[in-house]
């Protein structure tokens, strides 16, 4: 511990990854770390933050002692018997900072879906989703000039049958699987960009992708090539459609 003492105290450059694993650690272990966490005059420099935790509290012990302009990655894995509960790091400048996000968590969390929309990248699994949860989605991935990709699985969806009031009828429904629903949106502003979005059993998914003009766009590759070829709602002159 006293070598792991010096490293951090003595930590002023930008570290390319931190990660913590606390989850088999003693809490005596953990007591220690936060202490010197905490004993350092100036937050930890770091881009990238992953931790096995198994306890809420911990995640935000150490996620608040990192220095929020620097941090652009956070991965949390959380597999103990109680939900992780997201509202008190959505109230960090670190969570709010960072660009991309993974929450592996078994059970689910809770957390107000407005306080995700920010990030150019993410990946968790929530406890209930609903219809408008997916356009305040929707509609934060169109303003936002770096979003790429959002993958959600859930527990339970409310007003499933509202999605159509949102994005109106699917764009594609696969004929062979019809629980699996398609939509695709061109961006404003934007000649090629288009937003990609799939409802399969349990996994919405959003996905910003680009069209080239000079390719014919295979329908039937989609299932098998997700986020390659996106066909255009309606197709111009510059698309067409192979079947």
């Known amino acids: 511990m006293n070598d792991l003492e010096l490293i951090i105290r003595h930590m002023s450059c930008v570290t390319e990854e931190l990660r913590v694993n606390v989850h088999s650690s003693s809490d ?33 012990s150490i996620l608040s002692s990192l220095y929020p302009v620097f941090l ?6 959380y597999h103990v018997g109680t939900q992780l509960e997201t509202e008190k790091l959505e109230t960090l400048d670190q969570w709010k ?7 592996n968590d ?5 957390g107000d879906i407005n306080n995700f929309t920010h990030f150019s990248c993410s990946k968790f699994r929530i406890q209930i989703i609903s219809a408008s949860d997916l356009n305040v989605l929707k ?3 169109f303003k936002s000039a770096s979003f790429e990709y959002c993958s959600i699985t859930y527990k339970d969806f409310n007003n499933a049958h509202e999605i159509p009031n949102f994005f109106g009828h699917p764009h594609h429904v696969d004929p062979n699987n019809t629980t699996v629903q398609r939509w ?15 409802i399969l059993i349990h996994c919405p998914e959003f996905d910003r992708c680009t069209l080239e003009t000079s390719k014919p766009i295979n329908v039937k590759s989609i299932d098998s090539n997700f986020g390659q070829e996106i066909p255009q709602d309606p197709p111009t002159e510059m698309y067409h459609y192979l079947y």
């Open 28 to 60: 005596d272990f953990f007591d220690l770390f936060k202490k010197i966490l905490k004993s350092k005059k100036s937050q930890l420099r770091v881009n990238r933050f992953s931790i096995f935790a198994k306890d809420q509290d911990q995640i935000v």
């Open 72 to 77: 652009k990655t956070i991965r949390i894995c």
């Open 97 to 103: 900072g960072a660009e991309e996000l993974d929450i």
């Open 106 to 110: 078994t059970h689910a969390i809770t």
């Open 139 to 141: 509609e934060a991935f």
């Open 184 to 198: 695709s949106f061109k961006y404003p502003n934007s000649r090629n960009d288009n937003l990609l979005i799939v």
